[in-house]
């Protein structure tokens, strides 16, 4: 089964942008 880059792409951007989120609420 190949993995769409777009889509794992979309996945690693959404991580990034909680863990963002997560640094200035904290």
Do not use: G
Request: aromatic residues 0%.
């Amino acid at each position: 089964v190949e993995k769409k880059p777009e889509i794992t792409r979309m996945l690693n951007q959404s991580k990034k942008k909680k863990k963002i989120k997560i640094k200035l609420n904290s």
